[in-house]
């Protein structure tokens, strides 16, 4: 015998036939093993739907065969074979879980809970990828309402359905709720922000921009930003939800001084923020407030005011009005705060010409060098 359908309200079975003429079945259906309790069906058949049932309930069947002689003067005869054994039924639970919410996160697991659902003994749970079809859906079972799944991909959010069911513990039969508790996108928490990049500036304005590598689970990224000495002590901080850059704008931050950032990523569960890892430190920092440039006597002597945590300074010179660096000739790298210029691409100082000249501001730490800006932006450009 065995079990081969379920509903909440019914349980089909069948079993093997027995091999004599007229043979025909009754089938027994009680709701404690090993007693008999209702005789639900006379059928030649070797299959049968036994109804009425309760939902999420646990049953206990039997078949015995029968043959039945119609004796003049009496009437039907029955005579009956034995009962086999009982086989343990189930019929499906009324509904599923009322609702599936997040309650911890790691960068490769999520874990969930439901409210218990009536009838069920176990709980049948399918997720997939945010963006991936939904017949790419991976399942595990659990008999508790709370559930980590592990083995998640980075950086990912994930969709949920949980199903109630009532299994036999004897056969594995699972009756299973068509319907389900379904949860929106689900984040893994985010890993270390890498990336981390200064974009543009205008810190005469008190204002930097600065983007990094996005991790797709996160909600919003937090800052820490710090003095270039003081890497301990905040001196601003904020959180913001954009996934493409994150702009700050603060009157604490300062021409000719370099500054240190780093950023984490975040995500909320059940009101409160899970960060993950903070990126590495990214320093940057304002070109040089003022830069003076006279020329006499074949020379073009530049001189600049001091970028506090600089560690050298980087000079650009052109002839025409640059668009980028890339239109500039470097022509010296110096830790000083002047230099004198007698010749640009071995030609010497012209009076005649008009001179454009970058101060870049350097800041090395370890083995990477930080400039003060990547792109000439709406930099001022000197000339005379």
Request: hydrophobic share 25%.
């Amino acid at each position: 015998m065995q079990q081969t359908s379920d509903s909440t309200t019914s349980v089909g079975i069948s079993w093997n036939a027995v091999v004599a003429d007229d043979i025909r079945y009754e089938v027994d259906i009680s709701s404690t093993a090993g007693s008999y309790g209702s005789k639900t069906a006379n059928t030649s058949l070797t299959s049968y739907s036994i109804s009425g049932l309760s939902a999420g309930c646990t049953y206990y069947v039997s078949v015995r065969a029968y043959v039945q002689e119609w004796v003049s003067g009496t009437g039907y005869v029955y005579t009956y074979g034995e009962y086999s054994d009982q086989i343990e039924v189930v019929t499906r639970p009324a509904s599923a879980p009322a609702s599936v919410s997040q309650t911890a996160a790691t960068t490769t697991s999520i874990t969930i809970k439901w409210p218990a659902a009536s009838g069920a003994n176990r709980y049948l749970v399918k997720y997939y990828p945010y963006g991936s079809s939904s017949s790419s859906a991976k399942s595990k079972t659990t008999t508790s309402t709370k559930l980590k799944i592990t083995g998640l991909s980075k950086n990912t959010k994930y969709y949920f359905y949980v199903y109630a069911q009532r299994v036999s513990s004897a056969t594995g039969y699972a009756a299973t709720t068509g319907t389900y508790a379904y949860s929106s996108a689900l984040p893994v928490l985010p890993t270390k922000v890498t990336g981390v990049t200064w974009r543009y500036d205008w810190l005469n304005i008190n204002s930097v921009s600065f983007s990094c590598n996005e991790r797709a689970s996160a909600e919003g990224y937090q800052y820490y930003i710090y003095s270039y000495s003081n890497t301990s002590k905040k001196i601003k901080s904020g959180t913001t939800s954009s996934y493409s850059s994150i702009t700050i704008d603060s009157s604490k931050l300062k021409q000719n001084k370099f500054y240190a950032i780093k950023i984490r990523a975040y995500i909320t569960i059940d009101g409160t923020k899970k960060y993950g890892d903070w990126s590495s430190l990214t320093y940057f920092g304002s070109q040089p407030k003022t830069v003076k440039i006279t020329k006499s006597s074949g020379k073009l002597k530049m001189s600049w005011s001091k970028v506090s945590g600089a560690t050298s300074y980087t000079i650009y010179v052109s002839t025409s009005k640059p668009s980028d660096t890339s239109d500039m000739t470097k022509v010296k790298t110096t830790t000083k705060t002047s230099y004198t210029l007698t010749k640009l691409k071995k030609k010497k100082i012209s009076k005649s010409k008009t001179y454009y000249v970058m101060i870049i501001a350097n800041r090395k730490v370890g083995s990477k060098t930080y400039k003060s800006i990547s792109s000439l932006g709406s930099l001022t450009y000197y000339k005379k």
